[in-house]
């Protein structure tokens, strides 16, 4: 069985949040609002010495992006307005728009660290 991070099972399958385990999905959701890439927080993770969910030393910035769009975590880690405002965040940052003729990908790309990045 896939273990959630943020959440423990118990032996009847009941889960209940993991205290230790949300206040670190609470800091990737606000690492990333406060303009840090995927690679970056896996960096920042590392420096603390947390863990990936699967034990590794490193996280995986696949394991940070789905943390990031998984909505099982509004409500009881995330209130609304953090998850809604990563949405946002990731809509901005993404190189993928939707036109008329198709999906297409953007010539330049955002950085809300820098927005004159995607530019120079």
Do not use: C
């Amino acid at each position: 069985m896939r273990r959630f991070y943020g959440y423990t099972l118990t032996i009847r399958g009941l889960g209940y949040v993991n205290q230790e385990e949300a206040e670190i999905v609470r800091f990737i959701y606000n690492s990333y609002l406060e303009g840090h890439s995927l690679g970056g927080i896996s960096k920042l993770l590392q420096q603390k010495g947390i863990p990936s969910p699967t034990g590794n030393e490193t996280w995986g910035r696949a394991a940070i992006d789905k943390m990031l769009s998984n909505p099982k975590y509004i409500y009881y880690i995330v209130d609304r307005e953090l998850y809604y405002a990563a949405q946002a965040e990731k809509a901005l940052r993404s190189n993928i728009i939707t036109t008329q003729t198709g999906v297409e990908r953007k010539s330049t790309h955002y950085s809300s660290k820098n927005q004159l990045g995607g530019i120079i």
